[in-house]
Structures are given as C-alpha cells and as structure tokens.
C-alpha cells in the first residue's frame, strides 16, 4: 500500500514523539520503529526524519546527545522533553477528533476492521 505523502507528513511528529515516550533514541532505532509500528507499510528515510528531528529540537520538544555505542560508534540519542510531551498531548487530542469524524463518516465501530483489512 502506498500512504500518501500528505498523511505521513501529518502523523510525522506524534509519531516520533510519542515513540521518544517509550525512552531515549537515535535516528537508526526510531526508523525501525516506525517500520515495526506500521507493520512495514512506513518506510521512512533518513532524509525524512533527520529534518523532522532538527525541527522537533528547534522546538524545544527534544534534547540530544552524542554518545558512543559498546561497539565504539557514536550516536546522536533524542531524547522528548516536557514542551514535547505537552505538544504530543495537543496532537493527541487533534488526531482523536480527526479519527472520531472519521470513524463517524466511515462507518463507526466498522472502521477499525475495515482498517485492518478484516472489514
């Protein structure tokens, strides 16, 4: 499936914060978790999230740290700050009424089925 470039530059953000919520991370780790959460549907490039997480630092919603792995290379860590959990919570609550209208429009308590491809 081909997500729309629009979408995934929309989910980008809360994506990656609340993936900072689980606990600090580099630029390599994030982008296998976006491919483990979307069940390999998100491919993200480097390209994609190096600008998204300089933005996301502008901001103030992350810190960063340059530490060097057991195997001796060294990794930029992201690590989500409070003006980042308090921006997530915003968008949390923007995604939860963009789904609701959503899920009223397509159909209710039928949408998470036919998400998922069992509908």
């Known amino acids: 499936m081909h997500i729309d470039k629009d979408l995934v530059a929309a989910l980008a953000t809360p994506l990656v914060l609340s993936i900072l919520t689980e606990g ?16 390999g549907e998100l491919e993200w490039t480097d390209g994609m999230l190096y600008p998204l997480l300089h933005r996301l630092r502008r901001l103030g919603y992350v810190t ?4 060097t ?10 690590t989500i700050t409070n003006d980042g959990r308090a921006a997530l919570a915003e ?5 939860v009424t963009v789904a609701r209208a959503l899920g009223d ?9 036919f998400a998922l491809g069992r509908g």
């Open 105 to 113: 429009v397509w159909g209710g308590d039928d949408l998470l089925p």
């Open 24 to 39: 600090e991370s580099y630029g390599y780790a994030i982008l296998k978790r976006v491919r483990e959460l979307s069940d």
């Open 64 to 67: 960063t740290e340059w530490r």
């Open 91 to 95: 968008q949390q609550r923007q995604w």
């Open 69 to 78: 792995s057991p195997e001796g290379r060294r990794r930029r860590y992201y």
